[in-house]
Structures are given as C-alpha cells and as structure tokens.
Nanobody
Framework: QVQLVESGGGLVQPGGSLTLSCAAS????????MGWYRQARGKQRELVATITSDWSTGYAESAKGRFTISRDNAKKMVYLQMNSLKPEDTALYYCNAYWAGVNYWGQGTQVTVSS
C-alpha cells in the first residue's frame, strides 16, 4: 500500500508561482512512477506531469515551459513547481504513484488562480 499526501496549494494571482509537494510512503519509492494530475470543477481529471523512476519527465501541452516536476528519492517526495499561473490552472491537484501495476492517489490539494 502506498500513501500519498499533497500540500502546497492555495490562492495565487495570475502570473504567480506555487510549488506543490507530495510525500509518499513505501521503501520502494525510488521505483515508483510518479505524476501530478488535476481536475477542474465540472471537468475530467487530466495529466499534468510525470516523472519515471529513471528521472524521465513528461508534460501536458498546457504545462510545458511553465511547470517542472521533480523528485527526491531520499525524502520520498515529488514536487511540482508551477510558474506563470493562469486562471485556467485552477483545479484540485492530485499526486499519483504507479507501482506494481497499481495506481495510487492522494487526496488532492486545491490551487486557485484568481485576482
């Protein structure tokens, strides 16, 4: 069982920055595929960014050039640095771990971009 706890969400003005954090459990963390997803009100959950166990990263088109995903295996943490935030980035952001054929999800952290 993998447990994920997100933090770092909040209210930010357009053009601002936020860094989301995800704390994971499990001794095999370094082998997990990790990702960030988001779900805006009334919309389906969508992929934002992923990072594999060998540090390869991938981004949704909407995140490229603005968001950066990273991981710290020693701390069992994954981060999402978000810059140049837009109102359309407003959503509940979820941390995801993929391990042994199973997807695990956190409870989510709310990001609201508004003036």
């Amino acid at each position: 069982q993998v447990q994920l706890v997100e933090s770092g969400g909040g209210l930010v003005q357009p053009g601002g920055s936020l860094t989301l954090s995800c704390a994971a459990s499990g001794s095999a963390f370094r082998f997990y595929g990790m990702g960030w997803y988001r779900q805006a009100r009334g919309k389906q959950r969508e992929l934002v960014a992923t990072i594999t166990s060998d540090w390869s990263t991938g981004y949704a088109e909407s995140a490229k050039g603005r968001f950066t995903i990273s991981r710290d295996n020693a701390k069992k943490m994954v981060y999402l640095q978000m810059n140049s935030l837009k109102p359309e980035d407003t959503a509940l952001y979820y941390c995801n771990a993929y391990w042994a054929g199973v997807n695990y999800w956190g409870q989510g952290t709310q990001v609201t971009v508004s003036s």
